[in-house]
């Protein structure tokens, strides 16, 4: 069975330019996660998903920062203009509703690099 | 609110000693815990998680973790250190179900043969 999927798994890009990072979730689940993980910050919670509705995007940086999920397999974590201090690992994670027997699922994450 | 904090940044044992990963937990409702294990440039993989059930919680590779309310803990503990185990650890709350995962900064375990 698959896992969560991301793509790219590295990208290294120019201050300034549009970064678009992809997830495909696990299939079946219905809640979706973005994380951003950093030396200084450690593991943050940017936003996440139900049904495709973000539900809370309070994590979410700063207006360069915006997700999507069109489908229930798919969803997407872009910043336009990125900057040096958006360098990070980018973890998606996916999960079915809450409950005792769930579990989040993690991808192997993006590494992003922003010279 | 709810927040974690992970003792120690780094962790170092010899190979066949015990581990002992501390987490502290803050929460205003009953939680939901979490250890998370990061090999080198990989996602997190779920260890174990204590649901309100046992606490005393088992899980995999040999890792086991205990909820003590009156502590406010949840320290994973394996019993004899395997060099496979070098890897970061991550404790995770969440309270009123898995909606929000709030991670401590995580530990770093070294095991030396």
């Known amino acids: 069975d698959a896992g969560v999927i991301q793509s790219p798994r590295h990208e290294v890009t120019e201050m300034g330019q549009e970064v678009t990072l992809r997830c495909k979730p696990i299939s079946g689940h219905d809640y979706l996660f973005w994380y951003r993980q950093t030396m200084m910050r450690g593991l943050e919670l940017l936003i996440y998903f139900n049904n495709n509705v973000p539900i809370d995007d309070s994590g979410m940086p700063e207006d360069r920062f915006s997700a999507k999920m069109p489908n229930a397999s798919f969803s997407t974590l872009k910043i336009q203009p990125s900057e040096p201090r958006d360098s990070a690992v980018y973890f998606c994670?996916?999960?079915?509703?809450?409950?005792?027997?769930?579990?989040?699922?993690f991808g192997e994450g993006s590494w992003l690099t922003v010279v | 609110a709810q927040s974690v904090t992970q003792l120690g940044s780094h962790v170092s044992v010899s190979e066949g000693a015990l581990v002992l990963l501390r987490c502290n937990y803050s929460?205003?409702?009953?939680?939901?815990l979490f250890w998370y294990v990061q090999y080198p440039n990989q996602g997190l993989q779920l260890l174990l998680k204590?649901?309100?059930?046992?606490?005393l919680v088992k899980g995999i590779n040999g890792f086991e973790a205990e909820f003590k309310k009156s502590e406010t803990s949840f320290h994973l503990t394996k019993p004899s250190a395997h060099m496979s185990d070098a890897a970061e650890y991550f404790c995770?709350?969440?309270?009123?179900?898995?909606?929000?995962?709030?991670f401590g900064a995580g530990t770093r375990l070294a095991v030396h043969p």
């Open positions: 929460s205003s409702v009953p939680p939901y």
């Open positions: 995770a709350v969440s309270a009123g179900g898995y909606n929000k995962l709030i």
């Open positions: 204590y649901t309100s059930a046992a606490t």
């Open positions: 994670a996916s999960s079915f509703p809450p409950g005792q027997r769930n579990t989040i699922y």
